[in-house]
């Protein structure tokens, strides 16, 4: 089996400088959901047939499985598909469009099944509003006869509710045949896909078909407002299979997910929160209401607070993260590390039972166990040309509104004065401190305004 996926149609209405099968669905461009879908099968090859935009639609899927196919002008599914017949050398072609992205492997297999090796196998749906949609008419016996095109078809074909999803299956070298004879003497001056079905028929080539196991696997993408209404779609069941695994998501409509999002039991998420790329919750864990959540790992019992943004890091069990925290690519915390409010963490490694509560900066640290930072530090990691570390030792306590200018060394179980400037290795087990003596001054008065 062989998978054709046309992909030239330029989406106008899409109103963007992206070509279409590049938008993003769920994180993803379109084309690759297809892509995705096709490959479960196993295909022998994969021809995209590209026209609009195809240098960056190529450069975007640089696979050694596909084969691009250009169609320099768009003249038609028809045209689109033979195209590709010289790439086809297989026994059966399945045709795919790259801009109807929820197509799942197993409607495909079912469709495969119902082709078997010399049938033409077409999938269908009945719908309640079939405009625009080519259909599908059948003789009194219930047998596929022919698709007709909107455009041309007269009013009682135009009644018929089963249309073409456009997805089908065909006997490799009689769709060789059947395409040289496809004109384009049509409503549209296309050379038209959908003409292979009557001469199938006339042929005497069985034509079945076969229904989705849901009619959203079929929606394709024309606008920006349909691009929307798919992701919601791909977003609920996202939702519904976390639910039907025991997660608890304070609203399923409230929820996105652009990548792969796994949980532990017990694992509870409020409203308005973004997992991108690889995410991993493990048991127990809870997510605030408007984080965000990109290539993370969290340890059971952990808790993220709202707002906060978590970005390449791992985070270890037992853990308290924001509310407005902000942990970035290169972090790995500890188990029992709490990180609070206005406090950025990169690159950065937090040992067991450290803290960081308010407003700090820690980059291009390692910080030991235990350690309490105050309000205010700042990891001073950057020179302006070259990024230096900060060693922390286990049981350091850093008082508040302190500069660690690195590379500098804190021994374990020293203390920081408030306000320290560190500019030097601050001993282990003894106060360092910098900062100008107190004094008072009892004669002192307030100057007075002048009159
Ligand atoms: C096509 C079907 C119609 C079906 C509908 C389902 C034909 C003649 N008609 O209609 O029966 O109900 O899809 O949505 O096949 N494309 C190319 N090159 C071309 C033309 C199209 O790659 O020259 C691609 C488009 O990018 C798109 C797909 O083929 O992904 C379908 O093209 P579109 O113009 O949307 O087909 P329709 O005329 O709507
Ligand atoms: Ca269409």
């Not at 896909?193 to 076969?210: H, K």
């Not at 509560?357 to 350690?371: E, I, P, Q």
Request: aromatic share 4%.
């Amino acid at each position: 089996m062989e998978v054709v996926i046309l992909a030239a149609g330029q989406g106008k209405r899409m109103r963007s400088a992206l070509p279409k099968v590049l938008q993003p669905l769920a994180g993803k461009p379109l084309l690759a959901h297809v892509l995705a879908s096709a490959r479960v099968l196993d295909p022998r090859r994969i021809c995209v047939v590209y026209g609009h935009g195809g240098e960056a639609v190529r450069a975007r899927f640089d696979a050694s499985d596909i084969v691009w196919v250009a169609q320099s002008a768009q003249l038609g599914t028809g045209h689109a598909v033979r195209q590709a017949l010289p790439y086809l050398g297989g026994e059966r072609t399945l045709v795919l469009y790259g801009d109807v992205p929820l197509i799942g492997a197993p409607t495909l297999a079912r469709l495969l099944a119902a082709a078997g090796r010399e049938r033409l196998a077409l999938l269908t749906v009945a719908l309640d509003d079939p405009s625009g949609y080519g259909r599908i008419l059948r003789d009194a016996d219930g047998r596929v006869t022919r698709i007709v095109e909107e455009k041309d078809a007269t009013k009682a074909e135009r009644h018929v509710r089963e249309i073409n999803t456009g997805i089908l299956v065909a006997p490799t070298e009689k769709l060789r045949d059947w395409l040289a004879r496809v004109g384009n003497a049509n409503a549209q001056g296309e050379y038209y896909l959908t003409d292979i079905v009557g001469l199938a028929v006339e042929a005497g080539v069985e034509v079945v078909t076969a229904a989705p196991d849901d009619v959203d696997e079929t929606l394709g993408v024309n606008s920006k407002a349909q691009l929307a209404a798919i992701e919601r779609v791909y977003q609920a069941r996202a939702a519904r299979r976390l639910l039907d695994d025991g997660v608890t998501l304070a609203d399923p409509a409230r929820f996105d997910v652009r990548g792969e999002l796994l949980c532990g039991r017990d694992v509870e998420i409020d409203v308005d929160c973004v997992f991108e790329g690889q995410v991993e919750l493990g048991d127990g864990v809870v997510v605030g209401a408007h984080c965000v959540l990109r290539d993370v790992r969290i340890g059971a019992g952990s808790r993220v607070a709202p707002f906060s943004h978590l970005d390449g890091a791992t985070v270890g069990e037992a853990c308290v993260v924001g509310p407005y925290a902000r942990i970035r690519p290169g972090t790995v915390l500890g188990n029992g590390v709490h990180v609070g409010n206005f406090v950025e963490v990169k690159n950065s490694k937090v040992a067991e039972g450290s803290k960081a509560n308010h407003l700090a900066y820690v980059g291009d640290a390692d910080v030991g166990a235990r350690v309490n930072i105050g309000a205010g530090v700042i990891t001073c990691n950057y020179d302006g040309a070259n990024k230096y570390r900060t060693e922390i030792g286990d049981d350091v306590f850093i008082g508040s509104d302190t500069q660690l200018v690195a590379p500098v060394r804190v021994g374990q179980g020293a203390t920081l004065g408030a306000g320290t400037t560190l500019t030097r290795d601050a001993p282990p087990g003894q106060l360092t401190v910098s900062r100008a003596r107190q004094q008072s001054y009892a004669a002192w008065t307030r100057p007075e305004k002048k009159v």
